[in-house]
């Protein structure tokens, strides 16, 4: 090329720091593909483990407290294995009822409830058929492992004794 | 037991509700895309919000706050007439806001196969064109006492106070059909009202129900507007309701915006299915029942309370104990209310006044004497005009634990 012969010293050294930095840019650029590409392809797979991980992680206490009060900070605190934002028993499975069941009405109507799995399957195809709760796929299993497991029913009979634990004991004064 | 929530935690669950839904919403939702549309906003405006308990008693016993269900604890019911700040709460939706609410202009449309014509009424128009009447009249949920059967039943574990008994006043539900016109193949009511599904779907009711003719024309079925002689509370169903008295309380709609006139019976919102429905023949203790197997509960089974003393109370040796309380029978009425401190080995009368009407709960009251220092149990047991009385044990299971009539029981220690 007769044009380089041609070029003064000066300007060859310019174009070839041009030449370099324009080489430098273009291998970061690469670089940055590579690494988002990698990214999303181990992001896919792991896209639910990954977006549990960024969740807020409930603090587990030991101590117990029930009586006191938590406030906001404390809200994704955990005593004695119960959540106690939501009053749901923090185990696995925990996770996607929280996200799942508390949408439309409180946990409150969860934790009240025993059943077997077979009964609370029941209870989600009829909320499916007639309260608008949408398809959970693979967690519909998830769910009623925990259901069944944490909120089972236990045996008690044709009729509990009254129960001598509730009762507040109190003197009553007559005539 | 955890089906309680206490008011120290009511507060926390109120001051956090809108946090959890923001997380719940953030929170991975798989699937979430088939959500209804509007579900998001309305679950973060409306999030049982931050009073739930408007016009209510902290002492209140909060089932469940979105939607609000609250019972009122039985040595809270004693007054003759329950007051509107205790009266119990079963709501299936998320009620109409306060400032959403126009009483001068709220209108009650009636429609339906068998209605001559469609007609509206604003409720001036109603208090102005029809005849006052004020009764005074028992409602219980269906589902009160649901938390003691066993295969556990499903829904809301309702303890005892899911009932009260008000004077309502209001017009007569004939009086009005009549005045519109009925055609002779009226088989039944379906109310509508404002409440909102808990999805946020505006196509959904949260419920839809109502009674045959034959209970809609009764002189006590009203369709009122005044609790006690003051306006209805926002959770029992302002600016107007239904009221049946003896009927399943699901029976008298709240926010009532339309009522049609059914040639059917009416197949709204848990009308259907297994809601409000019992097995039509006995069945054994959890048993699956098919849907047609179900029969509609109409009036409630003979019950009674004991509202004084609160259970736990000690007293001293060689005291007499006075105890009363109330006794309803849905449409019939009570005849006699017993009560039992051996666990129901003998029973002693009540003494037991007579309804100030039909369908109120009557009052009875007994002076108990124990024979010696220990732990009792008072029992109270009513029977019904027809010979019904009160079972000691649970009465027939079934799916949805309703109609749960067991006799109640307080505990006395003598010392």
Known sequence: MPNHQHMDEQQKEAYDKALRDSFRVLMSAIKLLLIL?????????????IQQWLSPKPVVKTVSNSGVQ????????VENGVHLATGLKFAPGFE?????????????????????REGWDQMLTWMQETQGLWDLGPKRARILDYLAEYYAPEAQGRRASLDLQEIEWYILDLE | MQNKIPLSRRHFLRQTTLTTMGFALGAPIVFGHFMPKGLTPV??????SFDSLPGKRPEMIVLNERPVNAETPPHLLNDVLTPKDLFFVRNNGLPPRRDEINADTWTIRFDGEALRTEKSFTLAELKAQFKHYTYQLTLECGGNG?????????????????????????????DVLNAIGLKSNAVYIGYYGKDMHLSGD?????????????????????????????????????????????????????WLERISIRNKVHDGA?????????????????????????????????KSLITYPKSGAQIKAGKQLPINGHAWAGDLEVAKVEYSIDFGATWQACQLKPPANRLAWQQ???????????????WAKAIDSNGQAQPMLLPGWNPKGYLNNACHRIAIKVA
């Open chain 1, 70 to 77: 938590p406030n906001e900070e404390d809200f994704d605190k």
């Open chain 2, 270 to 302: 848990k009308m259907v299915g297994q809601s409000y429905r019992v097995p039509c023949k006995p069945v054994a203790p959890g048993s699956k029942v098919e849907d047609k197997d179900m029969c509609i509960i109409e009036s409630m089974p003979v």
């Open chain 1, 37 to 49: 590409v990698v990214g999303i392809l181990l992001y896919i797979p792991l896209k639910s483990d």
């Open chain 2, 202 to 254: 505006p196509d959904k009711n949260p419920i839809s129900r109502g009674v045959p003719m034959s209970k809609a024309l009764e002189e006590e079925s009203l369709i009122a507007w005044a609790m006690n002689g003051e306006d209805l509370p926002l959770l029992n169903g302002y600016p107007v309701r239904l009221v049946f008295g003896g009927w399943p309380a699901s029976c008298s709609g709240k």
């Open chain 2, 43 to 48: 679950a973060l405006s409306n999030g049982a």
């Open chain 2, 146 to 174: 649901r938390k003691e059967f066993n295969p556990p039943a499903k829904g809301n574990q309702w303890g005892l106070g899911a009932v009260g008994c008000a004077a309502w006043t209001g017009v007569r539900l004939k």
């Open chain 1, 96 to 116: 996607d009822v929280r996200a799942n069941c508390t949408v439309c009405h409180s946990a409150a109507l969860v934790t009240q409830n025993r059943a077997t």
């Open chain 2, 364 to 378: 009875f009251n007994a002076s108990v004497s124990f024979p010696q220092k220990g732990y009792y149990e008072v």
